[in-house]
C-alpha cells in the first residue's frame, strides 16, 4: 500500500525558513495534483498550498508571498520552501496527493502523509 514519506519539519527561529519534501514510497501511477495542509493545536486542518501536474499553483492567503510550493514530476516529489515563518505558522505539516496509485486502481482519490512538525519559536 502507498505511503507518503514526508521530511524536513523541525524547530526554527521567527523569520528563518523551513524546506519541506514528499514523495510515495513507491511507484505511483498518477498524480494529478499535490497539496500541503496544517493543523495547529485546537485548530481545524487547513489548506497551505497545492499545485497541480501542469503545474498551477494555490495558496492560503496567510502564506501568499512567503510560501512556495514547487513539484518534481519525474521525482514524484513535491516541495514546500517556507520563508519568513512566523510562530503562527507552527502547526503539523501533511502531505496530500490526489491521484491513482495503480493503474487497476479505478478511483482517483486523496492519499496523506503522516504530517511533519514546524515549530516556530524563540
Known amino acids: 500500500q502507498v505511503q507518503l514519506v514526508e521530511s524536513g519539519g523541525g524547530l526554527v527561529q521567527p523569520g528563518g525558513s523551513l524546506s519541506l519534501s514528499c514523495a510515495p514510497s513507491g511507484s505511483f501511477f498518477r498524480i494529478n495534483a499535490m497539496a500541503w495542509y496544517r493543523q495547529a493545536p485546537g485548530k481545524q486542518r487547513e489548506l497551505v498550498a497545492s499545485i497541480t501536474s501542469g503545474g498551477d499553483t494555490n495558496y492560503a492567503e496567510s502564506v501568499k508571498g512567503r510560501f512556495t510550493i514547487s513539484r518534481d514530476n519525474a521525482k514524484n516529489t513535491v516541495y514546500l520552501l517556507m520563508n519568513g515563518l512566523k510562530p503562527e505558522d507552527t502547526a503539523v505539516y501533511y502531505c496530500?496527493?490526489?491521484?491513482?496509485?495503480?493503474?487497476?486502481?479505478?478511483?482517483?482519490?486523496?492519499?496523506w502523509g503522516q504530517g511533519t512538525q514546524v515549530t516556530v519559536s524563540s
Open positions: 496530500n496527493v490526489y491521484g491513482r496509485s495503480s493503474w487497476y486502481e479505478p478511483n482517483t482519490r486523496d492519499y
